[in-house]
Structure formats: structure tokens, C-alpha cells
């Protein structure tokens, strides 16, 4: 199982930044993906999860609103579109299916004037 997050960046406060995850090793349509994201001194906290079809979306309440999660299983890939970026949103972003299995390296995202 490889997954390989993408897209974190330095963004000022208001801005918008889009995630991506390319996972392989496994039958990417046959689970559920999630979001999580871990900032400074704090434990790792699940985001976002998409249904194995995309159907169905849960966010955690600090993103609801502002964060939409989307998936292309024929490309094994999903997303996480951040808008109305908060400096409170600054973590490493990874992504994992569920349950989880190993860990990426996350990308980083900053948000700050």
C-alpha cells in the first residue's frame, strides 16, 4: 500500500488550496478514504471521509463548509478542496483509507500572512 499526498503549500488566510492523494497497492474503490491532518503539539484528527463511490461525504465541524472531499477511483485518486483557509487549519495533511492502513509523509499546509 503506497499513498502520496500532494498540494500543501503556504496560503494566506481566506485562500484556497487542493489536496491530492494517489494511493496504489490496493483496490482503491473498494474502501473508504479520509482526510486527516496533525498540527504542531496535537494529535493526528480525522478531516474528511468519502464513501467507496463517492456518495457520501462526513467532514469534521471545524472544516464543514469550507473543505470538499471528492475522489476519481479510475485514476486512484481523491481530493480535498480547502477554501477559506484558517491560520487554525496549519498541519500536515495525510491521507489513508478506512481503516487505516500505513502511513504517507503528509504535506504540509501553512496558513499565514
Known amino acids: 500500500v503506497q499513498l502520496v499526498e500532494s498540494g500543501g503549500g503556504l496560503v494566506q488566510p481566506g485562500g484556497s488550496l487542493r489536496l491530492s492523494c494517489a494511493a496504489s497497492g490496493f483496490t482503491f474503490s473498494s474502501y473508504n478514504m479520509s482526510w486527516y491532518r496533525q498540527a504542531p503539539g496535537k494529535e493526528r484528527e480525522l478531516v474528511a471521509t468519502i464513501s467507496r463511490f463517492g456518495y457520501s461525504t462526513d467532514y469534521a465541524d471545524a472544516v464543514k463548509g469550507r473543505f470538499t472531499v471528492s475522489r476519481d477511483n479510475p485514476r486512484n485518486t481523491f481530493y480535498l478542496q480547502m477554501n477559506s483557509l484558517k491560520a487554525e487549519d496549519t498541519a500536515v495533511y495525510y491521507c489513508?483509507?478506512?481503516?487505516?492502513?500505513?502511513w504517507g509523509r503528509g504535506t504540509q499546509v501553512t496558513v499565514s500572512s
Open positions: 489513508n483509507r478506512r481503516p487505516p492502513t500505513n
